[in-house]
Structure formats: C-alpha cells, structure tokens
T-cell receptor
Framework: DQQVKQNSPSLSVQEGRISILNCDYTNSMFDYFLWYKKYPAEGPTFLIS?????DKNEDGRFTVFLNKSAKHLSLHIVPSQPGDSAVYFC?????????FGAGTRLTVKP | DGGITQSPKYLFRKEGQNVTLSCEQNLNHDAMYWYRQDPGQGLRLIYY???????QKGDIAEGYSVSREKKESFPLTVTSAQKNPTAFYLC?????????????FGPGTRLTVL
C-alpha cells in the first residue's frame, strides 16, 4: 500500500529552467512533508520541509508547495543547475512514521 | 565531524547465513531507523528506536532483528528467515526537535546474498 507516490520516475530539464517534481499522498493524517536528495551510492540528504499548517516554504532556489485538499506537494527548483541532478524523494510523516515515495530522477542538462 | 557511519559499504553473504549491518552515529540523536531500498521503490521502514533499549517494528520487520544497547549504535541483523535479503540498507537518525528538520542518513550498505 503506497501511501506516498511519485508518478514520474524521471525528469529532464535544461540548465537555468524550472524543475517541478510532484508527489501525491493518501493518508490525511500526515502532518509533515519533506524532500530529500540522493546521489548514487550515498544516503539521502534532507533538502526542505513543510508542515501541514503552511502551503509554501522557500529556501533559496528550492520551494515546496503543499495542497492539502488535493493531497499533493511539489518541489520547484529555480534556476536548475547541473549539480541538482540526483534522485529526489518526497516523504510524509506523522512524527516517527515516515513514508517515502519511489523517487524521481532529475537530470539537468548544461 | 558529526555523522552516521555504516559499514561495510558492500557485503556479500551466502544464503542461509545471518549477517549484521553496523550503524553508528555521533550526532547525539535519540531516534534511529533502518530502511531498505529496492529498485523502483521508496525507502521502507524495517525498525526504529526512539530511545536506548527500546525499538519498534516498521512495515517490513519480518526476518530482521535489531538491538539498541547504546545511544550511538543500532545494528541490524538480517536473518536466514528474510526471504529476499539482497537490497540497499540505509540507517538514519533524528533529534527530538521535530520531524521538520528531517532524518540524517548514513551512506548505506549494499547487501548481496549469493
């Protein structure tokens, strides 16, 4: 039972353009939503998060949007850089129980 | 440098053997976690521990065991009862400051059972 879904396994964008990664969840009890970035042969690293009381959180080039009624969140990267090429996981949590999506592989072309 | 170490990076074992994966953290975090990642799937929680000498099963605990005798250490044993043990295993830890700051992950151990 996948409670967190990332329906796009891959995304390719041109350097300087916007990258939009999407994530859907099914459990309305989730209160915290996070994005992680993962390079090959490394563990995921935390990128940005948002709580359910907000609909937007910004950190530099990264912005996470949350639409609770649609149970949807997205990560925007502007402008995209080649170093952003990695697998991005979204995660949803009600405190300790964190559920991860399958990941989206982002490729930013120079 | 604070962080999480997992050793070894690659591990090979024969079918039917138990194997223990190491996870050590010097971040002074109370909570620690073990996840498994398979191709095309998200991370799935095996076990987690909120405090020393206490741990709870995650979604896929069958065939695995853990111990938490020290705050810094949370070893995972993959037993012969685990039907499909070949996978990438990730250990993580978190503070009690809340879930919004995320979990810190180790570099992972790739286990291959021959």
């Amino acid at each position: 039972d996948q409670q967190v879904k990332q329906n796009s396994p891959s995304l390719s964008v041109q350097e300087g353009r916007i990258s939009i990664l999407n994530c859907d969840y099914t459990n309305s009890m989730f209160d915290y939503f996070l994005w992680y970035k993962k390079y090959p042969a490394e563990g995921p690293t935390f990128l940005i998060s948002i709580s359910s009381i907000k609909d937007k959180n910004e950190d530099g080039r990264f912005t996470v949007f949350l639409n609770k009624s649609a149970k949807h969140l997205s990560l925007h990267i502007v402008p995209s850089q080649p170093g952003d090429s990695a697998v991005y996981f979204c995660a949803a949590s009600d405190r300790y129980d964190m559920r991860f999506g399958a990941g989206t592989r982002l490729t930013v072309k120079p | 440098d604070g962080g999480i170490t997992q050793s070894p990076k690659y591990l090979f074992r024969k079918e039917g053997q138990n194997v223990t994966l190491s996870c050590e953290q010097n971040l002074n975090h109370d909570a620690m976690y073990w996840y498994r990642q398979d191709p095309g799937q998200g991370l799935r929680l095996i076990y987690y521990s909120q405090i020393v000498n206490d741990f709870q099963k995650g979604d896929i605990a069958e065939g695995y065991s853990v111990s938490r005798e020290k705050k810094e250490s949370f070893p995972l044993t993959v037993t012969s009862a685990q039907k499909n043990p070949t996978a990438f295993y990730l250990c993580a830890s978190s503070t009690d400051r809340g879930p919004l700051i995320g979990q810190f992950f180790g570099p992972g151990t790739r286990l291959t059972v021959l």
